[in-house]
């Protein structure tokens, strides 16, 4: 019984309630944690630790590894016997074409040099989306004048295709560089932007009161409670805007750029040179992958939790 309910059976009661034993003091859980047993280690697996890999995972290479064998399968057969059954492979290159090609190209560092300044431009452009479409985002998602004050303007805008920015990002920018940056920018802001906002108003009400009832203020809700409940869709908007990216940068590369892995596709299409058109090609596929891969991997170092909740959505 508490010290404040004794006063008031003394105060109320002419006879005083009977001693109560003392309190049963609850371990804290600290000290219940360090009182359990020693858990017991888990038998090692059988066989040696490569052995172990294949086992969880070999599957999964395997099946990845079949499917791109299958596409590189139907490219050597389609173009080696001529296939023309209304798409016609008459005038594609084989594989081994294209894999002469590749060294072909690299005999001189102007491939290497056209790659270079893609990657670049990608980097520059979609870490400048990122910095201003997460923050605007944030800003859009949590506060309504934000809201009221922005995204009018920004749906307005949104609409407009990247490529439709060329012309207009040639006369606003004095740089041919610039512009194609910027156009980069503008394909990889609006689905980082709207994922931001979707992420932000999707976190959970109760969570936010919670951190208020806990004496949290806005910045400690920002950081603690609104980001972390927003990274998975944040990271949803980085991968798509990643993709648009690709796609905005090589139509500008190959519209007004003079160097750059589109650049380098559309002057191979004018020199009517097709392995160098297909080794474009695979270039940038191979280019996004990476770039893909690497925001997945970011997103997986950020937000280790979504690994304990993965087997529970996936798909078997």
Not at 160 to 175: E, K, R, T
Request: glycine share 8%; net charge positive.
């Amino acid at each position: 019984m508490s010290t404040a309910m004794r006063r008031l059976f003394e105060e109320v009661s002419p006879e005083h309630p009977p001693d109560m034993p003392a309190a049963i003091a609850l371990p804290r859980a600290a000290d219940a944690v360090r009182a359990l047993p020693p858990a017991v280690a888990a038998p090692p697996a059988a066989g040696s630790p490569l052995a172990a890999w294949l086992r969880a995972h070999g599957a999964v290479y395997l099946m990845s590894a079949a499917s791109l064998l299958g596409v590189l399968l139907f490219w050597h057969l389609a173009t080696t016997y001529r296939w023309d059954f209304y798409i016609r492979f008459t005038n594609i290159p084989t594989p081994l074409e294209v894999l002469e090609k590749v060294v072909q190209v690299n005999q001189n560092g102007k491939f290497i040099t056209n790659i270079g300044m893609s990657l670049r431009r990608i980097f520059i452009g979609f870490a400048a989306a990122t910095v201003v479409g997460v923050a605007m985002g944030l800003a859009i998602g949590r506060y309504r004048f934000a809201r009221h004050l922005l995204f009018p303007a920004l749906e307005a805008l949104r609409p407009i295709p990247a490529i439709a920015w060329v012309p207009i990002s040639i006369m606003l920018w004095p740089d041919n560089e610039v512009s194609i940056v910027f156009i980069t920018f503008i394909g990889a802001f609006f689905p980082i932007l709207l994922n931001t906002v979707s992420g932000v108003q999707s976190v959970d009400a109760v969570l936010l009161r919670a951190g208020q009832c806990l004496g949290a203020k806005e910045r400690q809700l920002m950081r603690h409670v609104v980001l972390p409940g927003a990274a998975p869709q944040i990271f949803t908007g980085l991968a798509v805007g990643m993709g648009v990216a690709w796609v905005s940068l090589i139509a500008a590369e190959m519209i007004s750029g003079q160097f750059g892995i589109g650049y380098f596709t559309w002057e191979a299409y004018s020199l009517i040179s097709y392995a160098e058109i297909v080794l474009g090609m695979i270039t940038i596929g191979l280019l996004g992958l990476v770039c893909s891969g690497l925001i997945r991997l970011a997103g997986k170092t950020l937000m280790p939790w979504l690994d304990y909740a993965a087997p529970q959505g996936s798909a078997r």
